[in-house]
T-cell receptor, first 112, second 114 residues
């Protein structure tokens, strides 16, 4: 089955700086790579996702890059704000096979 | 606001109790999931229902019993749980074709087993 590794486990940045979180996956059949943000006391919410036929996707301050050959994908947050503080999870799956696996999570703290 | 509704939000039960967690979605999704999340850990897949049929059971102990009465509802029946089963139980749903494959999560039911 799929195994997703995520680094770093914690990340602290100053407001306005950029944050980068990296993940690797093991199953070459995986073709869907979402990123979820989980705030305290809430369920995870999708913030951005990418499919394996695309190398990069951007949505305002958030971008995701994918290197299929190396089985790496990364989340980039620019101009960080205190409300970006949360736990971020990467995940990987073969789309519609209902077997999504999550990375261990990164606790991001943005200091004002 | 989440479109996946879970009840109850909090549940405290003894090891001999029988209780149920409930999940409801009205997005027309035909795949529904139970995940278990311990503190400071990622969600772990427990069960997946696809078109109301159990399609994935991640070797979960039989003291957890899922049920999918219809395409909108998902239950998790709990019996003879152990203190280590205390966790946040997350329900999710997704499309089975079209769309992106995104999982929509509920807010979770926080379970404490005494």
């Amino acid at each position: 089955g799929e195994n997703v590794e995520q680094h770093p486990s914690t990340l602290s940045v100053q407001e306005g700086d950029s944050a980068v979180i990296k993940c690797t996956y093991s199953d070459s059949a995986s073709n869907y790579f979402p990123w979820y943000k989980q705030e305290l006391g809430k369920g995870p919410q999708l913030i951005i996702d990418i499919r394996s036929n695309v190398g990069e996707k951007k949505d305002q301050r958030i971008a995701v890059t994918l290197n299929k050959t190396a089985k790496h994908f990364s989340l980039h947050i620019t101009e960080t704000q205190p409300e970006d503080s949360a736990v971020y999870f990467c995940a990987a799956s073969e789309v519609y096979n209902n077997d999504m696996r999550f990375g261990a999570g990164t606790r991001l703290t943005v200091k004002p | 606001d989440t479109e996946v509704t879970q009840t109850p939000k909090h549940l405290v039960m003894g090891m001999t109790n029988k209780k149920s967690l409930k999940c409801e979605q009205h997005m027309g999704h035909r795949a529904m999931y139970w995940y278990k999340q311990k503190a400071k850990k990622p969600p772990e897949l427990m069960f997946v229902y696809s078109y109301e049929k159990l399609s994935i059971n991640e070797s979960v102990p039989s003291r957890f019993s899922p049920e999918c009465p219809n395409s909108s509802l998902l239950n998790l029946h709990l019996h003879a749980l152990q203190p280590e089963d205390s966790a946040l139980y997350l329900c999710a749903s997704s499309q089975t074709s079209g769309g992106t494959g995104e999982l929509f999560f509920g807010e979770g039911s926080r379970l404490t087993v005494l």
